[in-house]
């Protein structure tokens, strides 16, 4: 009993560090002056939400016409090279949306390659000869963004496509239903869940994006949340802002969870590999058209565009600072996925050996508690760590100098402290998952056996649970390790002075129209995140295939 009570005191310390930002919003927002979010409302407030909402929107309604024929075409017909594009659009979630912008910014703006050969072509001369459509807008925010995360919807459409059972459609035809009525009553609403889940990811990370919207210039709420702080220092009115902000990413979650509250569905289709349709003519040309061509949009001419500057400007790219940022991000990056990782295993240990109906159901809160630091923005994630660690920097300060010692300067707020804490918050729900999976196959007649031999939490969790899923340690590990190396948001605010790691270096090149020199890093960083978006994609294609 003692034992399990240390484990579930160790998850509920685990938790509060989770909820610690969330508190420390709410703290600030409701208990702050509202005199300048008063005077934001008279002025720029509501332009910040008008674009926030319409980005959002722009965003959902590009990613859905760009994921929904793609899912269809890649999950019911078959073609050359179907099984490789089945992965390969799912490729653009490893491009920062910021990368991108700038890249179709040099591409298509006036001075760009692509309107200089049209007026090289055509002979116009002006901007007063033709038309052109503007990148740096908000409808170009959301081109820009609807193609980094498209593969959201994408994914998850086509494995609900595949999942189908043809007893339904076979049935539907039997009882002379048309094509269109057997998608409109059938395949419709079985994919509507996913659609549903797909948009709600789209809408969170277009609500928390900043490097897009801020290169285009584009007033928003998360740009609002930066003004405030870095340019008014206040925090209340950030803080504020940022609660308006978390209310609206769980009024999408809320809305998912509601679209499917009645949805059950239990029976899966046998072979699904009979009902592929084989493509021919012009419909195969037209599919491979908006496959390859989608594909080249999102990844394949913004990674060639890095490629050749990284070429042609190597030696400007190579340098001591490269190797220092790289340093940076990979020292972060190793601490933060260590400490994760063991947090999600202590949390997932304080759960398995929970007993009694209420110990249960405590364990399993905080469990699900902690995972909520995913659906934090890093922006707000880290307004909310500022407060709280730069008052224990000052309790330390005032207790140091009453014993008359020597301040150790600012140990919480200002060093890599705030970085790793707030990388570990954010991504705790990616570690939680991995080890959900692994330690689901862990028979519990184990732990009972062990407990029956008198051995202690302790050496259950050493000698039997680590060796069992230290792959799923690896993974869980892996996934952190590369998304804090491509954490942006959090980093620009919580970095210590004169510290940059690849993300914010990238971003402070492409602010200063610059990424030329640093395509370099950019190109290590979008290798870096290939890595989790080959590894998920073709788990998932496996996985989808087996259970057909």
């Known amino acids: 009993m003692k034992q399990y009570l240390s484990w579930k005191t160790l998850a509920i310390l685990i938790t509060l560090i989770v ?26 407030l509501p332009t910040y939400i008008q674009n926030s909402a319409l980005l959002v929107l722009g965003t959902i309604i590009l990613a859905l016409l760009f994921a929904l024929p793609t899912a269809w075409i890649v999950a019911n017909y078959q073609f050359c090279g179907q099984k490789t594009l089945q992965w390969l659009l799912c490729l653009p979630l490893a491009m920062p949306a910021y990368l991108i912008a700038y890249l179709y910014t040099d591409l298509l703006d006036y001075s760009g390659s692509f309107q200089e050969m049209l007026r090289h072509l055509f002979g116009w001369q002006t901007p007063q000869d033709y038309w052109f459509p503007q990148i740096r807008t908000l409808y170009g925010a959301c081109f820009v963004l609807a193609l980094v995360l498209y593969p959201y919807i994408f994914l998850l459409v086509r494995v609900a496509l595949l999942e189908q059972s043809e007893n339904l459609t076979h049935s539907a035809k039997m009882l002379g239903a048309s094509p269109m009525q057997i998608f409109r009553r059938i395949t419709f609403p079985l994919i509507r869940p996913a659609i549903a889940v797909g948009i709600a990811l789209v809408a969170m990370e277009t609500l928390g994006d900043f490097g897009t919207v801020a290169y285009f210039a584009v007033p928003t709420l998360t740009t609002a949340i930066y003004d405030s702080w870095l340019g008014y220092h206040d925090l209340g009115t950030a803080s504020q802002i940022a609660i308006f902000m978390l209310l609206m990413i769980f009024l999408f979650l809320s809305l998912e969870q509601y679209s499917r509250r009645k949805q059950k569905s239990y029976q899966r289709g046998y072979e699904k590999k009979s009902a592929f349709k084989t493509l021919h003519g012009w419909k195969l040309a037209l599919a491979l058209a908006w496959c390859w061509g989608l594909l080249a949009l999102a990844f394949f001419i913004p990674f060639g565009r890095l490629l050749y500057w990284a070429y042609d400007y190597f030696e400007q790219s190579w340098n ?55 659906a934090i923005p890093g922006t707000v994630l880290a307004i909310g760590l500022l407060s709280p660690l730069t008052f224990a920097d000052h309790q330390l300060h005032a207790l140091l100098k009453s014993l008359e010692l020597s301040p150790v300067g600012l140990i919480f707020s200002g060093s890599l402290f705030a970085l790793v804490l707030a990388y570990t918050v954010r991504f705790l729900a990616m570690a939680i998952g991995s080890l959900e999976t692994s330690l689901a196959k862990v028979s519990p007649s184990l732990d009972m056996a062990s407990q029956t031999l008198g051995k202690s939490g302790f050496t259950m969790f050493s000698k039997i649970h680590i060796p069992l899923i230290y792959k799923g340690i690896l993974t869980a590990g892996l996934m952190v390790f590369i998304e804090s190396m491509k954490e942006l948001n959090a980093s620009l605010l919580l970095r210590p002075f004169n510290f940059d790691t690849l993300a914010t270096h990238v971003f402070t090149f492409t602010s200063d129209e610059q990424l030329e020199r640093a395509a370099l890093p950019a190109i290590v960083l979008v290798l870096v995140g290939l890595l989790p978006v080959i590894w998920l994609t073709r788990s998932l294609i496996s996985q989808s295939e087996k259970e057909r």
């Open 19 to 44: 909820l610690l930002p969330l508190l420390a919003i709410a703290y600030h927002a409701f208990g702050g002056e509202s005199e300048n979010l008063a005077h934001l409302w008279h002025t720029m």
């Open 320 to 374: 001591l600072d490269f190797v220092q940022f790289a340093l940076n991000s990979l020292k972060v990056s190793i601490i933060a996925s260590i400490i994760t990782v063991i947090f999600a295993l202590i949390l997932h240990f304080a759960n398995r050996l929970s007993f009694g109906k209420f110990s249960a159901k405590s364990t399993r809160l905080s469990l699900q508690l902690s995972s909520l630091g995913y």
